[in-house]
């Protein structure tokens, strides 16, 4: 497994942007396809965005479309959750994790694909 620590979060304004970075331990890291979710107050976690272990492929929760971008650096062991153009309901404790791929499908909304969880950081945005 892989040790994930995310930071970037904070409280920001409605319009505002973060961008959310998250460092992995480990020479598997790059050998993982990668996802963000988030846990809304009172709600269940959800998914946000998924990148494979190329970085050629991305997926998005249709409610972050077009306005959030995840990406990754290998060689730095880091991915990456740019937030733009955010809202009152992007508000949660966003957490990265990493499934270490095995030649199944990549099933990048289902957080049981997941192996590897962060412990987590807290967005705010205030309207």
């Known amino acids: 497994q892989v040790q994930l620590v995310e930071s970037g979060g904070g409280l920001v304004q409605a319009g505002g942007s973060l961008r959310l970075s998250c460092a992995g331990s480990?020479?598997?890291?790059?050998?993982?396809?990668l996802g963000w979710f988030r846990q809304p107050p009172g709600k269940e976690r959800e998914f946000v965005a998924g990148?494979?272990?190329?970085?050629?492929?991305?997926y998005y929760a249709d409610s972050v479309k077009g306005r959030f971008t995840i990406s990754r650096d290998n060689a730095k062991n880091t991915v990456y959750l740019q937030m733009d153009s955010l809202k009152p309901e992007d508000t949660a404790v966003y957490y990265c994790?990493?499934?270490?791929?095995?030649?199944?499908?990549?099933?990048?909304?289902?957080?049981?694909?997941?192996?590897?969880w962060g412990q987590g950081t807290q967005v705010s945005v205030s309207s």
């Open positions: 990148i494979i272990r190329s970085g050629g492929h991305t």
């Open positions: 994790a990493a499934d270490h791929v095995d030649g199944s499908i990549y099933r990048y909304m289902e957080e049981s694909e997941y192996d590897s």
């Open positions: 480990g020479r598997t890291f790059s050998l993982c396809n």
